[in-house]
């Protein structure tokens, strides 16, 4: 994943690379999004622009599913995504420290990335492993019961 | 599968493998290589095995012994003693009281644990989920060839209708009714879709059930296309469960190869095939009109019902959706009968139930027990009571959209009709157990944060209610909340649940009924006396 992708020729290849594989069917449009948001790190508003000429979807249509998705980013994201999940179950058994700790220590607020593109913060519903919460997920390696002295460790694996 | 002497299973749910899972593995498998025991020991990673404080465990057959927590080092001691010489560590064992499921009664077979019943994980953990033939060893496709072979598809729609089988989803529709809808619409083209978009925070039992037995859910929806005469079926399913997708896709690649899907189906002239679809991220999508809208490629927005998907679903056509476990209960009901079927639970609500147990106890976890059990059983027993002996206050049940039960309600039998007469709505099984360090408010808080950031947008008081009952709880919290405040709060719920397109919205305001109905004292509280009587609010006097 990088910041920001200025090279069209590497989005252009990648959209028909992925287009070629899924078939150019509206009905493969969020598979095709989730795919290309996952080799480039997010959807580049001219990968957009290119899925809806080559599947004859208006781009509004086309946008309005890119954004409709929490998976979905159209904006560029940190070389690392963290992802803290803030629904009750986390938040019963000690979430919200947890979350107090990740903000102090990447220096950032929900949504936000840091100027060296490195890191992106952002909360997430329930992510399904409630069994062992507060749960975070950094890219995509899991973390379950997580406590707030742990949370510098955690993010210092990936420094 | 090739004969074996013995099989060594690895547990490997998240929690298993966070603990270091993958390496016990990969030291059973140096050290077995070691002793040249590889032909007759064979070795995998199996799902969750049920409540699993004392993971990763390592189950050996035929013998039964459970080791747990075991650690990498301790392969050596487990494969030269158990395997090479034949006798148990004992040292290294679980201790039993620590295992629950069929699991236990394996081990022990004491029953120092009410027993639990399980019909759809019956075998999650116990056998591969990667080997079609693991699953047909265990009764695995014999409910499909009954079906196809000697019953018509009236008679399997009648025995699923005489076993009372209720939808698992949330909102305990009748199965069978369901699937008469859409068999009695004319129709040469009809869908089958499974729901697998489980989002509702605190659940994840159709995760485990798909990760740890994918070939029951693709038996399941197979009989049930042949019941209402579909040939194509889609699961959906949520686009964090990498696991669980990738098991079900080459569940259906070797099902497709043994002809249990695909063309001619037990040369019946039967035809089915099944499409995985992943989700992208948005709980709407559970709801089965968002669902559908987000197969055909379009935003995960429900649309207006009816028509209801039974005459009008996926590309227009009658569509039957199911969720994942209310599938998984359709082989075991074919293959053992109505009858059997009934003899669990209670006569409203036949059968077994999963239930997620999580918050401030002792054990978190899954369990599948009958219908009907009472939540003070469920604390005292399966989750062995609350952590650091704190004194039990309310549970939220079945996910964000359920309801708050107060303590004084523990005691009623969590059924879909006795929960109904209690105006609670069991949901999707998940258990939020809290204890009296919670805050109402807080939750509240949380909860219709939820709903404010997962609301669609589609319809307005949805999208407008749910912001602005956050607005409110959160002034609440800060200590500027009014009085007024409350009122304004009732009739947003009020509001919600009348005038909301779908599910979602209706649901969004049961938090906040709740909270007012049973712990108004504690709600009033924050705002006559501007104190939280937890400590929990932040009561920084700062207003939205």
Same mark, same amino acid.
Request: proline share 5%; glycine share 10%.
């Given at each position: ?130 069994? !062992? ?27 | ?18 603990? *270091? ?38 189950? !050996? ?58 019909? !759809? ?90 990760? *740890? ?184 049940? *079945? ?146």
């Amino acid at each position: 994943m990088t910041i920001g992708i200025t090279d069209p020729e590497k989005i252009r290849t990648t959209v028909y690379a992925v287009i070629e594989r899924c078939g150019a069917t509206q009905d493969e449009l969020i598979p095709i999004l989730s795919e290309i948001n996952h080799k480039l790190g997010y959807l580049p508003a001219e990968a957009l622009d290119e899925i809806s000429h080559l599947l004859k979807v208006p781009k509004s249509q086309v946008f309005s599913v890119a954004s409709f998705y929490r998976m979905l980013s159209t904006k560029p994201r940190g070389t690392h995504v963290v992802q803290f999940c803030e629904s009750a179950p986390c938040h019963v058994v000690g979430g919200r420290e947890v979350w107090e700790e990740l903000q102090d220590q990447l220096h950032l607020q929900s949504g936000e990335t840091t100027r060296d593109g490195c890191w992106t913060l952002v909360t997430t519903s329930c992510l399904g492993i409630c069994g !062992v919460g507060p749960v975070i997920m950094v890219d995509e390696d899991v973390y379950g019961n997580v406590t707030p002295a742990q949370v510098k460790d955690i993010l210092a694996r990936y420094m | 599968m090739k004969p074996v002497r013995s099989m060594i299973l690895v547990s490997s749910d998240p929690q298993s493998k966070e603990r *270091g899972a993958n390496e016990v593995y990969q030291c059973l498998q140096e050290e077995l290589k070691s002793f040249g025991l590889e032909s007759e020991v064979s070795l995998s990673m199996v799902g969750d095995v049920g409540r699993s404080d004392v993971s990763p465990l390592v189950i !050996v057959y035929p013998d039964a012994v459970i080791y747990g927590p075991v650690q990498p080092e301790d392969a050596h001691s487990i494969v030269e003693e158990h395997l090479y010489k034949g006798r148990v560590v004992s040292g290294l064992q679980a201790p039993t009281r620590e295992l629950s499921g069929r699991i236990a009664w394996l081990s022990a077979r004491k029953g120092t644990l009410p027993a639990e019943q399980r019909i !759809v994980l019956e075998r999650a953990g116990l056998i591969d989920p990667d080997d079609i033939n693991d699953y047909i060893i265990h009764d695995g496709y014999l409910a499909l060839g009954k079906a196809l072979t000697e019953m018509t598809p009236m008679e399997v729609i009648k025995t699923i209708d005489q076993s009372g089988l209720k939808g698992r989803g949330g909102a305990g529709f009748p199965t069978g009714s369901k699937w008469k809808f859409v068999s009695q619409v004319a129709g040469p083209k009809k869908y089958v879709i499974c729901n697998a978009d489980e989002s509702e925070p605190g659940t994840f039992k159709d995760r485990l059930i798909l990760e *740890g037995d994918p070939h029951s859910i693709i038996e399941a929806m197979t009989i049930a296309a042949y019941a209402v005469g579909a040939d194509e079926g889609y699961i959906y399913i949520r686009g964090e469960y990498a696991l669980a997708r990738r098991r079900l896709v080459n569940a259906i690649r070797q099902a497709n190869e043994m002809g249990f899907l695909g063309q001619n189906i037990f040369g019946t002239g039967f035809n089915f095939k099944i499409h995985v679809h992943s989700g992208a991220g948005a709980y709407i999508c559970g709801e089965e009109t968002a669902l559908i809208e987000s197969i055909e490629g379009k935003r995960g927005e429900p649309r207006a019902r009816p028509p209801y998907p039974t005459t009008n679903g996926l590309w227009g056509k009658p569509t039957l959706v199911n969720n994942v476990e209310t599938l998984a209960n359709i082989p075991p009901i074919l293959r053992s009968g109505a009858a059997w079927y009934r003899k669990f639970g209670t006569p409203s609500s036949p059968g077994t139930k999963v239930y997620t147990i999580l918050g401030n106890v002792n054990v978190t976890g899954l369990i599948e027990v009958p219908m009907g059990i009472t939540l003070r059983e469920v604390i005292a027993i399966y989750a062995r009571g609350m952590k650091n002996n704190a004194t039990f206050k309310l549970a939220q049940t *079945g996910g964000s959209s359920g309801s708050i039960i107060p303590a004084s309600l523990q005691d009623t039998p969590m059924d879909f009709d006795a929960f109904n007469r209690a105006g609670v709505s069991l949901g999707s099984g998940a258990l939020l157990i809290c204890d009296e360090n919670t805050c109402v408010v807080d939750l509240a808080r949380v909860l219709l944060n939820f709903f404010r950031v997962e609301s669609c947008g589609k319809c307005n008081p949805c999208r407008i209610g749910n912001q602005r009952a956050y607005q409110i709880l959160s002034n609440i919290a800060e200590g500027t909340g009014t009085l007024r405040d409350l009122d304004d709060l009732q009739a947003l719920s009020d509001e919600l649940y009348q005038l909301s397109n779908c599910g979602l919205g209706q649901t969004s305001g049961t938090p906040i009924r709740d909270i007012l109905k049973h712990f108004r004292a504690e709600v009033e509280a924050h705002i006559r006396l501007k104190v939280c009587p937890t400590g929990v609010c932040p009561m920084n006097g700062h207003r939205a």
